[in-house]
C-alpha cells in the first residue's frame, strides 16, 4: 500500500477516535461533524481491507486489527512530523506539531510560564501547528511515552522508565472546606472532631496521598478526576478536599471556600517537565524543551 496525503488525514482522523473513545467524542477534537468522520473511518477500513472499530447499539470498540493499526499509524505519523522538523532545521526553520500534554488548572498558576513558551515559539516561526493535550497525571505521561506528545508538564509519584523529570516550580496544596460544612468557620475546639466525621473527596490518581499522609478517613463516597471536579465538592458544602492554593484562590477570596488549619494540612509537590529519556530528540522538540526551560528558569 502506497501512502498518499489522503491516507494520512484519514489515519490522523482515526488516531483522534480512538484516543477520544469514540466518533461523537472526537467531534470537538477534530472539528468535523459525526457523519463526516463516520465517512472518513468506512473509506479508511475500505482502504486497508479490514475493520478497524465496531460501533453501534452496542457501544464503540476497537478491534484488534484496529489496535494494531492505531500503533503503527503514531509511529507513521511521528515520523513525517519529524521529516518535516528535520528539513525545516536543516532551512534554520521551526516547523511541525508543537504538542504538549498537561495537567489541570496550571493556567490559574502565575508560575507556570506556558503562554510565554508558545509565544516564544510562535514569534520564532508561522509553520507551527499548536497542540495543547489536558489531560489525568498518568496519562501526560503515557502521552510522552507513546509519542502523542513531545513533552508534558505535570506531577509523577512513580516515575515512569524512559522519562526524564525536570522540576519547573512546586505547587502548595491546601485542605479546603466550603460555605455551609460544619468545618466552615466552626469553633477551634470542634476542629479535630469534625474532621475526624468529615467525608474527604479522593481523586483517581491520588497525585498527593502517599505525600501528605494526613490520616484523615476517606470514604470513598465522593470521587473526581480533576482538580475543577473536586471544586464542584468542595464548593456544595458537603465534602472537604485538597486543591492548589492558586486555583482555589478565587472562591477564597469570594469567601465560598476556606483552608483548614493551613499550618497542618498542607504539602508540596513539584510540577516538571517530562520527556523522553536517551532519545534523540527533533530540532522542533530540543527547541520546545529549552524554551519551556528558560521561560521557568527564574522559579527553578
Request: aromatic share 6%; charged share 20%; hydrophobic share 40%.
Amino acid at each position: 500500500m502506497q501512502i498518499q496525503d489522503v491516507d494520512l488525514r484519514m489515519l490522523r482522523i482515526f488516531v483522534a477516535i480512538v484516543e477520544c473513545g469514540g466518533l461523537s467524542a472526537a467531534e470537538s477534537r477534530l472539528n468535523i461533524g459525526r457523519s463526516t468522520i463516520s465517512s472518513h473511518l468506512s473509506d479508511l477500513e475500505v482502504r486497508l481491507g479490514i475493520t478497524l472499530c465496531k460501533r453501534g447499539r452496542s457501544g464503540f470498540e476497537v478491534t484488534e486489527a484496529g489496535r494494531v493499526t492505531y500503533q503503527a499509524s503514531l509511529e507513521l505519523l511521528q515520523q513525517c512530523e519529524a521529516f518535516a522538523a528535520t528539513v525545516a532545521s536543516s532551512k534554520n526553520e521551526l516547523s511541525g506539531r508543537v504538542t504538549i500534554a498537561m495537567i489541570d488548572t496550571l493556567v490559574n498558576d502565575p508560575r507556570c510560564r506556558v503562554a510565554q513558551v508558545i509565544a516564544g515559539l510562535k514569534s520564532r516561526s508561522n509553520s507551527l501547528q499548536f497542540d495543547i493535550n489536558v489531560c489525568e497525571a498518568r496519562e501526560v505521561e503515557t502521552s510522552v511515552v507513546n509519542g502523542r506528545s513531545l513533552v508534558g508538564i505535570g506531577v509523577s509519584r512513580h516515575p515512569l522508565r524512559g522519562l526524564d523529570y525536570f522540576p519547573l516550580h512546586n505547587e502548595t496544596n491546601y485542605l479546603y472546606c466550603g460555605k455551609g460544612h460544619p468545618l466552615f468557620d466552626c469553633h477551634p475546639s470542634e476542629i479535630n472532631t469534625l474532621l475526624q466525621q468529615a467525608e474527604v473527596i479522593t481523586s483517581n490518581y491520588m497525585r498527593d496521598k502517599e505525600t501528605r499522609n494526613d490520616a484523615l478517613n476517606y470514604q470513598n463516597t465522593a470521587i473526581a478526576y480533576h482538580d475543577e471536579g473536586i471544586a464542584h465538592l468542595i464548593l456544595s458544602g458537603a465534602f472537604i478536599g485538597y486543591l492548589p492554593e492558586h486555583y482555589a484562590s478565587a472562591w477564597v477570596s469570594k469567601g465560598l471556600i476556606q483552608p483548614i488549619l493551613p499550618e497542618k494540612y498542607t504539602y508540596q509537590i513539584p510540577v516538571m517537565l517530562i520527556t523522553l529519556k536517551n532519545n534523540s530528540a527533533s530540532p522542533l522538540a530540543k527547541a520546545l524543551i529549552q524554551e519551556i526551560k528558560r521561560c521557568h528558569r527564574t522559579d527553578s
